[in-house]
């Protein structure tokens, strides 16, 4: 065995712990994070590996070129195994993952507001990245008790974002790409398959096998969008290539469809922005990752330098096989397993490093998208939040009726006081009808707790469907237990100190049915007529001010079928006008009385006045007065007295005068 400084692997933590590497495996693989175990030696007795949790853990293999490459993560776990065979010495085993792993640790609800993609890349430091398509702000996105990792993961996997990771001495970083064109050569850029000996002189291939396999051909994305609710949002894409391509073989040839071989429909398709270009987005991206798991091949060699994210050529040897094949072949490393193995660690043990590599590969011809593993958080129930606005507004809403509310389970809510409606999200509130200029319309006001359903169980499509009270709202009509009371009512607003309501009292025999208005209460009927019916009971109008009834065409009757007629009138005047027409009053039965304590009457008309008993009658008119009567009896207590320029007097029978002196002339 080779001296320890001459060893091809080597390990070094933070703190030092002068480990020796006995055993290394490292499992990587495109959109995933990587997980390295190894077996580690202390030499002389057990150290303490505490201090090195969630510290660098760097591992180094210098060799020839196609073996020589870098490790680097943190370390997650350790295991004691136990002393050595020799009883010298202490074995342990090693957990490392990357940087990343800690943000998959925490769990955490809240929203991120006018984020892009590139701003939830920025939850995955440290890394870089490479974006071919352009990504614009999304008003918010809603991460709800899910990882931070989660949370970044299931947004690449919806755009056709996957990373990998790149290595270097002392570092490690993730990098995101979404195109073909942001990979680039390993080293060795090319290897042989076959052909050779596996003594570790040049980079080989071992062993390739094709795994092809066919999918589904075409991919429908759906969704509605309540903004331009008739737009059809609808779109597909179709391929036409079974297994995603011809084999190596000369003999192989790509498998053309004539039709749908399986379809896969998605709605809703979770558009974060409106319009067909996501849909057609989306729909390629799903039918991309589709294909790219149809033809993969899976290699072994011993390019320990191989990464994954690097393309790698194939030459194929063709000698001495019987078979032929259609040329060298680029591929894109998709997944890697290295192994490595030092077979003694003391001088005289004997043995040699074994290195080798497993790879996962698919052509490169193809664009990678990552699959949809990463769970959408589901909300299975109501939620509350509390509605918020700007300072000094009761009622904050929008052209849709939709309100800012802030969810309680939102870490960040109370980072602005809780009420900055630039730090909460609009939502929409659910009416009894909602139609074009019609239906119901009630706004939760600012500072109410409403019950928010998500649509599909979707964090990012919530909908505000009632309100609750709490310690600070309380029922407007009492909470006893036995409270006969329901009904509406409002708040004046800004500032209160009145209210509209419509309120219901079922107390049995004792039901009311009360309206206030706290100004004006205006009633229309647009055609048609008005009604009111008391069966029973009796009904009472008091006004403050004045009362105007205009009738603008028709008749209006009022009918009394028992009981009184009374208008009292405590102070001011009384006047009837009518412009033109009759004025007719007419007792069936009964008497008719007017009586002026104080004052005097006055009856006008330019025609005419009659006053008819029976066959008696007086008459006033312009000519003069006409009384008639079977008897005119006038009768004066004190003194009567007849004057005009000519006066005449006639009976046809008998004319009497009488008195205790007559003087005539």
């Known amino acids: 065995m080779a001296a320890e400084s001459d060893r091809i692997g080597k390990i070094s933590t933070s703190p030092d712990r002068s480990l020796l590497l006995l055993g290394m495996t490292a499992v990587e693989k495109l959109s995933e994070l990587f997980i ?127 990373y ?79 297994g995603a391509g011809a084999s190596r073989w000369r003999s192989g040839t790509a498998s053309d469809v004539g039709g749908t071989i399986a379809e896969r429909f998605e709605y809703p398709g979770h558009y974060d922005q409106p319009g067909l270009e996501r849909g057609a987005r989306y729909a390629n991206v799903r039918i991309e990752a589709d294909r790219a798991e149809m033809a993969r091949s899976h290699a072994e060699g011993d390019v320990f330098a191989a990464a994954v994210g690097r393309k790698l050529t194939v030459a194929f040897d063709e000698s001495g096989n019987g078979h032929s094949f259609n040329g060298d072949q680029e591929y894109l490393i998709v997944a890697t397993r290295h192994h490595y193995h030092a077979a003694g660690y003391r001088s005289g043990s004997g043995g040699n490093e074994d290195m080798r590599v497993e790879l996962e590969l698919m052509p490169v011809r193809h664009p990678y998208r990552p699959a949809l593993n990463t769970p959408m958080p ?18 904050f809403t929008d052209k849709y009726g939709r309100i800012k509310v802030k969810f309680f389970w939102d870490i960040q809510r109370y980072e602005d006081g809780g009420q900055v409606p630039d730090r909460s999200i609009w939502v929409r509130v659910a009416q009894m009808s909602a139609g074009s200029g019609y239906g119901a319309f009630m706004i939760p006001r600012i500072g109410h707790e409403v019950v928010v359903e998500f649509l599909n169980g979707d964090p990012d499509r919530p909908l505000v469907t009632g309100s609750v009270y709490n310690d600070g709202n309380l029922p407007a009509f009492g909470s006893a237990a036995a409270n006969p009371l329901q009904g509406i009512r409002t708040n ?17 025999d ?49 009918t009394l079928e028992k009981g009184n007629d009374s208008l009292d009138i405590k102070q001011g005047n009384r006047a009837a006008t009518l412009d033109m027409g009759n004025d007719k009053l007419q007792l069936n039965m009964g008497n008719r009385a007017i009586k002026l304590d104080t004052g005097k009457q006055e009856t006008e008309a330019m025609q005419s006045i009659e006053l008819k008993v029976g066959s008696s009658s007086i008459k006033i008119d312009q000519t003069g007065i006409t009384i008639k009567g079977i008897m005119i009896k006038i009768e004066a207590t004190a003194m009567f007295q007849t004057k005009g320029a000519m006066m005449q007097q006639q009976a046809s029978a008998i004319h009497i005068v009488k008195g205790a002196m007559v003087m005539i002339n």
């Open 164 to 242: 990998f990771f790149e290595h270097a001495e002392g570092s490690h970083t993730l990098v995101a790409v979404d195109a073909p064109a942001a990979h680039t050569a390993g080293t060795p850029a090319t290897v042989r398959l076959g052909g050779g000996t596996p003594d570790g002189r040049e980079a080989l291939l071992f062993s390739l096998r094709e795994h092809r396999r066919f999918g589904p051909t075409a991919y429908t994305v759906d969704d509605y969008d309540y903004e331009k609710s008739t737009v059809v949002l609808k779109k597909q894409k179709q391929v036409t290539n079974l």
């Open 378 to 395: 589901r909300i299975a129930g109501p939620q509350t939040a509390v509605v918020v606005g700007p300072p000094g507004e009761e009622v």
């Open 510 to 558: 004792s039901e009311v049915f009360s309206v206030q208005a706290q100004k004006d209460l205006k009633t229309l009927v647009l055609k048609g007529d008005e009604t009111r019916d008391i069966k029973e009971g009796k009904r009472t109008t008091t006004i403050k001010s004045d009362e105007t009834l205009t009738i603008q065409d028709g008749n209006r009757q009022e």
């Open 36 to 162: 390295i175990e190894a077996e580690v030696v202390a030499r002389g007795g057990p150290v303490d590996l505490h201090p090195c949790l969630s510290k660098p853990v760097s591992f180094t293999f210098q060799g020839k070129p196609h073996v020589s490459r870098h490790f680097h993560g943190i370390l997650c776990e350790y295991v004691e195994v136990g002393r050595s065979n020799d009883d010298q010495d202490f074995v342990y085993r090693l957990v490392i993952r990357p940087q990343q792993y800690i943000s998959a640790l925490n769990r955490m609800s809240k929203i991120h507001f006018k984020s892009t993609m590139v701003n939830i890349l920025g939850l995955l430091a440290p890394q870089r990245h490479s974006l071919s398509a352009s990504y614009s702000a999304i008003e918010y996105r809603v991460q709800y008790d899910e990882s931070d990792f989660a949370f970044a993961s299931r947004h690449m996997e919806r755009e056709g974002i996957y």
């Open 492 to 508: 004046s607003t800004k500032g209160g100190g009145g209210f509209n309501e419509i309120r219901l009292d079922d107390t049995k």
